[in-house]
């Protein structure tokens, strides 16, 4: 059986304030283009589907559009998806019976009441003969863990780990003998790496700290997990991935290449043989960093897109001694010159990046339109304590901001 892995779409994010409809458009063409030139027999969306949990009309059209596609333009056999933390799990099984019927299994929610087995579910082939089972596990809140009779002697970390892999047992248990079996899971593995506009989230229950995958894909011939958006493998495992974001979410990821993973899964159960299939980008991004003259200089000499070709993004950090008045202006103007657009603007002053340590009071970043909420909270931090928050204090804000944006959408 072929498996397509991809993750982390995050439909309706915008990037500094731009939208990404076409780009997100292009990536997900390409994705039904790999699916039915490579004759792919299951579809794997493990989590973060879209940006916020109340996405909007355009994004949700988009998802179920992508859905009918992948099963009758490239003739795919099962599509599986599961919820991440920035989508409300409610919502995505809402529509859980039509979709089945269309060969789409959708899990949003693990309640503490739920059945194991009900998170488990077969997979078929483009012929409809079942090949595989798969363990789907949404991503789990601190309610969707603890019971009545844990242990309340120990602390909440240790409480909501062992209550968060004694769930994943469960529903490994749950799968039946005899086929081979894909893990499906959204958390942060212990040694996973970040970037973009990730911060240090621990996915699993706000500040319960990284998760042991092994716990859910021991057994597995392929694993498929979301959350962390650089394309990796897993504690080492060849056959359990990240498959990575589907665009770039920061400009340290500019030359970071957009990936898929196909996986050919045994018959016999045994890990399955991978390959990455790069994604084309739909628009270039750069990030230019020096002194203001060499930061014009080389904005003078960006290569022209092509006729038609989507215009170029740019971050440009700056060096600088003193203010420069417009200088926001002055690199929009020389950018635009060259058909490229700076849709970002940092500076580093006295050779520290403003807000950093050591950068005095009245620093932080002027552009903070131009940043993430994460980043703002991380900059402060670093502004008023000289170090950046420590990982349970990142990953409260983090499950503080997802809570204020459903509420606020």
Same mark, same amino acid.
């Given at each position: ?27 997900? %063409? ?6 039915? !030139?490579?004759? /792919?027999?299951? /579809?794997?969306?493990?989590? $973060?589907?879209? %940006? ?19 099963? !009758? ?6 599509? *599986? ?13 809402? #529509?859980?019976?039509?979709? =089945?019927?269309?060969?789409?299994? *959708? ?12 998170? @488990? ?10 090949? =595989?089972?798969?363990?789907? /596990? ?5 309610? %969707?863990?603890?019971?009545?009779? %844990? $242990? ?18 469960? *529903? ?27 911060? #240090? ?59 898929? @993973? ?25 990030? @230019? ?5 060499? *930061? ?6 960006? #290569? ?25 202006? &002055? ?21 520290? =990046? ?29 502004? &008023? ?12 804000? !983090? ?6 944006? =459903?509420?606020?959408?």
């Amino acid at each position: 059986m072929k498996l397509l892995h991809t993750s982390d779409w995050h439909l309706g994010a915008t990037f500094h304030d731009r939208a990404r409809d076409a780009d997100e458009e292009h990536a997900l %063409d390409q994705i039904i283009a790999v699916a039915r !030139d490579r004759a /792919v027999d299951a /579809v794997v969306i493990s989590g $973060d589907i879209f %940006d916020t949990a109340n996405p909007g009309a355009a994004e949700q059209r988009r998802w179920y559009q992508t859905l009918q596609r992948l099963v !009758d333009e490239a003739g795919v056999g099962t599509v *599986v998806a599961i919820a991440g933390n920035h989508d409300s799990g409610l919502r995505l099984e809402g #529509p859980r019976e039509l979709l =089945a019927s269309r060969r789409v299994q *959708v899990r949003g929610l693990l309640t503490r009441e739920a059945d194991a087995f009900g998170c @488990v579910v077969p997979m078929q082939d483009r012929s409809g003969q079942q090949r =595989a089972w798969c363990a789907l /596990v949404p991503y789990l809140r601190e309610g %969707d863990l603890l019971r009545a009779g %844990d $242990d309340v002697g120990e602390d909440r970390p240790q409480r909501l780990a062992r209550a968060l892999h004694r769930r994943w047992a469960e *529903v490994r248990a749950a799968v039946p003998v005899g086929l081979p079996w894909i893990a499906v899971g959204h958390a942060f593995a212990t040694g996973g790496r970040l970037g973009g506009a990730e911060s #240090p989230v621990l996915v699993e229950v706000g500040n319960l700290g990284k998760a042991d995958i092994a716990s859910l894909a021991a057994g597995s011939s392929y694993a498929a997990f979301g959350h962390l958006h650089q394309p990796q493998t897993i504690a080492g495992q060849a056959h359990w991935r990240y498959s990575g974001a589907l665009l770039p979410t920061g400009f340290d990821e500019a030359g970071l290449e957009r990936s898929i @993973v196909l996986a050919e899964i045994p018959d016999d159960g045994s890990p399955a043989v991978t390959e990455l299939v790069p994604l084309i980008p739909y628009r270039k991004y750069q990030r @230019v960093v020096g002194t203001l003259d060499v *930061v014009q200089t080389t904005l003078r000499s960006l #290569p022209e897109p092509a006729p038609g070709a989507p215009t170029p993004w740019l971050q440009a950090i700056v060096h600088l001694d003193t203010p420069v008045p417009g200088l926001t202006r &002055l690199l929009g103007e020389a950018a635009g010159a060259r058909d490229w657009s700076c849709v970002a603007t940092h500076l580093q002053r006295g050779g520290t =990046a403003a807000g950093t340590p050591g950068s005095g009071a009245g620093t932080l970043p002027p552009e903070l339109d131009a940043l993430a909420p994460a980043e703002v909270f991380r900059l402060l931090h670093q502004h &008023l304590y000289h170090a950046d928050p420590p990982p349970a204090l990142a990953g409260s804000f !983090d499950d503080l901001l997802v809570t204020v944006q =459903a509420q606020k959408d």
